[in-house]
């Protein structure tokens, strides 16, 4: 027999305990709800996303195939879905199930995201473009700048890039104090930006924007997503250019790893060419 009441109150504490960064106790919570009410998608979603932040990717997919099972028109289920497996490599599902998304809600922020970053790990330049031009027009925010100028930055359209950078700058700082997700956004920003203007000739912009960044690192820790491997790559650029070869490398080397593990193989190949370039007796080394 169903319990509704007793299910609902297991998943709303399972979605408190989520909210805390307590995923397993909130796991736990989620496995009682499903077994008060095993047909409750929303549980299933819930305890999927709390299994991918435990790093339980299978897990989490099992949940999420299950709670499209239940509900097949349940976007979210298709939209988590499609981050884990654009995570973990699985890019060209991830596109499909963004398909899914984007062809019943034309607007859904997140699927853009996630599909603009699969065509990137999958050479599908001009797709991943349209993907995050398309979000920055829908949602022009600090992360949609961001990771429009980025793309344009490494397929070579640099003035295009430096405006889009300057607008996730610009917008990030009127909301640095409020997240830290805006902290990751400027200091990146600001490191990628700064190797524009160095490849353009203009050091002392460059350097501006490097110190920028620097100091931010000084006030906030972590000030680079571990999930991001441009974050690293620009830092790892910068200091290289610097003079600190010793932090370039560390950087690139976790800017590479990032990148294997999104099946990122085009720009794990370029991080690659960078680290050589910079010392080749390390890599041949290695």
């Known amino acids: 027999m169903i319990n509704y009441l007793l299910s609902f109150g297991y998943s709303a504490i ?11 106790s909130a796991i736990d919570n989620y496995n009682l709800a499903i077994q008060e009410n095993s047909e409750d998608a929303t549980s299933y979603v819930n305890r999927g996303m709390a299994r991918s932040l435990t790093d339980d990717f299978s897990g989490a997919i099992e949940d999420l195939n299950q709670a499209i099972q239940i509900e097949p028109l349940n976007l ?15 890019n060209q599902t991830a596109i499909e199930d963004c398909n899914q998304v984007l062809d019943t809600s034309p607007q859904y922020l997140q699927a853009y995201y996630i599909r603009g970053a699969a065509r990137s790990y999958s050479g599908d330049y001009p797709g ?7 979000l920055s027009t829908l949602h022009p925010a600090s992360a949609s700048y961001y ?20 607008k ?17 956004v400027l200091c990146v920003a600001y490191y990628i930006r700064g190797n524009i203007f160095y490849d353009i000739g203009d ?16 006030t906030c820790k972590n000030s680079i997503s571990e999930t991001d491997e441009h974050g690293f790559w620009g830092r790892g650029l910068a200091r290289h250019r610097l003079g600190n070869q010793e932090g370039a490398i560390e950087d690139l ?10 099946q ?9 060419e960078l680290m050589q370039e910079i010392n080749p007796q390390q890599q041949a080394d290695t």
């Open 264 to 272: 990122n193989i085009i720009f794990h190949q370029k991080i690659m």
């Open 14 to 24: 399972g979605t408190l305990l989520y909210s805390f960064g307590d995923y397993q």
């Open 168 to 184: 996730a700058i610009d917008s990030s700082v009127a909301q640095v104090s409020l997240s830290l997700n805006y902290v990751f």
């Open 253 to 262: 080397q976790t800017a590479a790893e990032i990148a294997l593990k999104h």
């Open 128 to 134: 991943a473009l349209e993907d995050f031009t398309h």
């Open 147 to 166: 990771n429009l100028g980025v793309l344009q930055y490494l397929h070579g359209s640099k003035a295009q890039a430096i405006k889009n950078l300057t």
């Open 203 to 218: 050091e002392e912009a460059a350097n501006e924007d490097f110190q920028e960044a620097i100091k931010l690192e000084t």
């Open 76 to 90: 979210k289920a298709y939209a988590e879905r499609a981050y884990i497996r654009m995570k973990i490599g699985e």
